[in-house]
């Protein structure tokens, strides 16, 4: 099996097809954070455009790609997190109400009634929190806590300091906590409390 190198030595030379296969390789978990980061937003609809927009700019850039300043994985996310941020500029400045951006919260179907909506309505605070944190302090936290990306990946990531990020993620913690705070002895929200540790 190919490395990302090999692969994007080849596609510099002109195999073009290989960059279906890099694309393969990242796809879920570029779609996964690019979610994540317009879920706060409620945009989650608008996910696999901008999944394709990234592949896109990608590749549009390859040439210009030096494995010298950063891993092939970190310089998708940089250019994922640069499109969602642009895409929800431009979502501020149109100002559309929720009810009008396509956003539909679904319930599971072995849930009754009370449970989903009950289940919403948390998933909606947790959400509202991440939402009420700074630009990078949330970027932060979805790719240590969902994406799972260590320390110096979302450091290369966000243009800061591994102690930098560490700080950001403490605040960012620190913040849904005390946002949370008058639901934290509900079971749903005990998952934040391990936050803190890592």
């Known amino acids: 099996m190919m490395t990302d190198s090999q692969m994007i ?23 996964a954070f690019i ?7 409620h ?11 990234t592949f896109y ?3 549009r850039s390859l040439h210009s790609f030096r494995e010298v300043d950063a891993s092939f994985s ?8 640069n499109t969602v941020l642009s895409e929800l500029r431009k979502q501020r400045s149109s100002n559309i109400p929720l009810e009008e951006s396509g956003f539909v ?14 289940r919403n309505e948390r998933v909606g605070m947790v959400r509202e929190a991440i939402n009420n944190l700074p630009e990078k302090q949330r970027s932060a936290l979805i790719l240590r806590e969902y994406e799972q990306l260590d320390y110096q990946e979302i450091a290369n990531i966000l243009g ?16 849904v906590k005390s ?20």
């Open 9 to 31: 030595r080849e596609i510099k030379e002109g195999n073009t097809e290989l960059y279906s296969e890099l694309m393969r390789r990242y796809q879920r978990k570029i779609l």
């Open 179 to 198: 946002q949370l705070e008058p639901y934290l002895y509900e079971p749903v929200f005990e998952q934040f409390e391990g936050m803190k540790s890592r």
């Open 160 to 175: 800061q300091s591994v102690s930098a990020v560490k700080s950001l993620l403490f605040r960012a913690r620190s913040s």
């Open 57 to 59: 700019k990608a590749f």
């Open 105 to 118: 919260p679904v319930a599971s179907n072995d849930e009754v009634p009370e449970q989903a909506v009950l």
């Open 74 to 81: 970190t310089w998708l996310y940089t250019i994922a997190r």
């Open 35 to 41: 979610y994540h980061m317009l879920k706060s937003a």
């Open 43 to 53: 945009l989650e609809l608008l996910a696999e455009d901008i999944c394709s927009e």
